[in-house]
T-cell receptor, first 110, second 116 residues
């Protein structure tokens, strides 16, 4: 069975600092990988997805993720955090039945 | 921008009662999904639906659950006899089913179900 692991249930950064949210997947075949964001009391919004066209994927709101097959990782980064980035971030894998990680809550300190 | 909508946003029910959660997927989408998120836990896949039938389901989706597309716009999840452990946020999603690796699931805002 597929599994997705997100290291760190909570990450706190200062405004303007680098954001790094970690995700590792288990699939042995080329995976379908996604990052979703959930703002308080809202649904899941797609940040970006890996389509195999490029290993560095750019998404919305300045986020990007790098697919590293050798590390089975798809970490999410943003060079400079903004207060509005505070939310819960989910990594997911799959074609139809998505398998989600447990989520990372990002706090941004002023 | 088209979006998935869900009603109600919150529902409280008594254990043993039937509930129907409603979703309106994006209009030209072909695949529909239900997921749930128990408080403090992962988002879990329940079922996918295509061409008026279930295409895949998880072991969570047992006989007390059913899905239906009663008309051209709605997609429903029915829980026949609710249990306390069914309390969760239920998300509906849809995808266009035509884009291969470009395919994306778009999620609704969720229905928070509380079973007392």
């Amino acid at each position: 069975a597929q599994s997705v692991t997100q290291l760190g249930s909570h990450v706190s950064v200062s405004e303007g600092a680098l954001v790094l949210l970690r995700c590792n997947y288990s699939s042995s075949v080329p995976p379908y990988l996604f990052w979703y964001v959930q703002y308080p009391n809202q649904g899941l919004q797609l940040l970006l997805k890996y389509t195999s066209a490029a290993t560095l994927v750019k998404g919305i709101n300045g986020f990007e993720a790098e697919f590293k097959k050798s590390e089975t990782s798809f970490h999410l980064t943003k060079p400079s955090a903004h207060m509005s980035d505070a939310a819960e971030y989910f990594c997911a894998e799959g074609r139809r039945a998505l398998t989600f990680g447990s989520g990372t809550r990002l706090q941004v300190q002023p | 921008e088209p979006e998935v909508t869900q009603t109600p946003s919150h529902q409280v029910t008594q254990m043993g009662q039937e509930v129907i959660l409603r979703c309106v997927p994006i209009s030209n989408h072909l695949y529909f999904y239900w997921y749930r998120q128990i408080l403090g836990q992962k988002v879990e896949f329940l079922v996918s639906f295509y061409n008026n039938e279930i295409s895949e389901k998880s072991e969570i989706f047992d006989d007390q659950f059913s899905v239906e597309r009663p008309d051209g716009s709605n997609f429903t999840l029915k829980i026949r006899s609710t249990k306390l452990e069914d309390s969760a946020m239920y998300f509906c999603a849809s995808s266009d089913g035509t884009s291969g690796r470009q395919e994306t699931q778009y999620f609704g805002p969720g229905t928070r179900l509380l079973v007392l």
